[in-house]
Nanobody, 122 residues
């Protein structure tokens, strides 16, 4: 089990950038694939990006491809989501999550952070 704490959310104008961080507790962080998901009001939680244990593989939702970048620093037990060219439709609560297997399916993720709000004004 790993505890996750997100930070870096906030209010930005469309076209701006934000970097989200997710700090993990424990010494087994490098054993987990990590993912970012988001949930807008009235909508289901959706996949945003995933990264493999060593950072050598990444996957993105089509809606963020080319704008967002996921990365991780296993020495710091942290995963990041760099978000550029933000759009109003990116407004959501963003969650990081840990999984024992690389996946884009939220059902495969066992541990979740509390979420951080990202609001993009048009």
């Amino acid at each position: 089990q790993v505890q996750l704490v997100e930070s870096g959310g906030g209010l930005k104008q469309a076209g701006g950038s934000l970097r989200l961080s997710c700090a993990a507790s424990g010494r087994t962080f490098s054993r987990y694939a990590m993912g970012w998901f988001r949930q807008a009001p009235g909508q289901e939680r959706e996949f945003v990006a995933a990264i493999g244990r060593s950072g050598g593989i990444t996957t993105y939702a089509d809606s963020v491809k080319g704008r967002f970048a996921i990365s991780r620093d296993n020495a710091k037990n942290t995963v990041y989501l760099q978000m550029n060219s933000l759009k109003a439709e990116d407004t959501a609560v963003f969650y990081c999550a840990a999984s024992g297997a690389y996946s884009t399916d939220p059902r495969e993720y066992s541990d979740w952070g509390q979420g951080t709000q990202v609001t993009v004004s048009s």
